[in-house]
Structure formats: structure tokens, C-alpha cells
């Protein structure tokens, strides 16, 4: 069982930065691949990032080249940094892991357990 517990989440301005950050229970977080997912309102969830055991990343489209996803072991944590935020970017934004590390998958259904979400407003 993983409790998951987002943070980092406010009000921005159109090209600023936030970090988020998921603090994980339990003492098998490194089995895990953690990923980052958004949902706007009146639009499904959808995948941001995701990181692998061994720190292998991958992300959507839409955040490539301007949000960064690490991982923090030792501290059971794993952050996302968000550069050059857009209005589109307004969203509750979750956190999830995956306990089959061995499937890079980014379907919302692969992941076993959600954080609670934290919100990320971008205003133009």
C-alpha cells in the first residue's frame, strides 16, 4: 500500500515556473514508477510524465522541453518542474505510481495509486 501526498500547486503568471512535489509512504518506493497526470475541468485525465526505476523519463507532448520530472529516493519523493507555464496548463495536477515498473505505460488505468491532486492555475 503507497500513500501518495501532492504539494507545490498555486496561482501563476503566464511564463513562470512551479514545482510540484509527491511525498510517498511506505519503504518500497524505489519499485515503483511514479508518474504525473493533469485534468482540467470537463476534460478526461491525462498523462504529463513518468519515471522509471532507473530514473528513465518520459513525457507527454504537450509538456516536453518545459516540465521535468526526477525522483528522490532517499526521501521517498518525486517532483515535477514546470518552466514557461502556459494558460492550458491550468489543471488539478496527481500524482500516481505504478507498481509493474517493467510496462512504460501512460494509461491512467496502469497506475495503482493516486494522491489526492493539487492545483496549478496559469493566468494569461
Known amino acids: 500500500q503507497v500513500q501518495l501526498i501532492e504539494s507545490g500547486g498555486g496561482l501563476v503568471q503566464a511564463g513562470g515556473s512551479l514545482r510540484l512535489s509527491c511525498a510517498a509512504s511506505?519503504?518500497?518506493?524505489?519499485?515503483?514508477?511514479m508518474g504525473w497526470f493533469r485534468q482540467a475541468p470537463g476534460k478526461e485525465r491525462e498523462f504529463v510524465a513518468r519515471?522509471?526505476?532507473?530514473?528513465?523519463?518520459r513525457y507527454s507532448e504537450f509538456v516536453r522541453g518545459r516540465f521535468t520530472i526526477s525522483r528522490d529516493n532517499a526521501k521517498n519523493t518525486v517532483y515535477l518542474q514546470m518552466n514557461s507555464l502556459k494558460p492550458e496548463d491550468t489543471a488539478v495536477y496527481y500524482c500516481?505510481?505504478?507498481?509493474?515498473?517493467?510496462?512504460?505505460?501512460?494509461?491512467?488505468?496502469?497506475?495503482?495509486?493516486w494522491g489526492q491532486g493539487t492545483q496549478v492555475t496559469v493566468s494569461s
Open positions: 500516481a505510481a505504478d507498481s509493474d515498473p517493467t510496462v512504460n505505460t501512460i494509461a491512467v488505468a496502469a497506475y495503482d495509486y
Open positions: 511506505g519503504r518500497t518506493f524505489s519499485a515503483y514508477a
Open positions: 519515471i522509471g526505476t532507473s530514473g528513465s523519463t
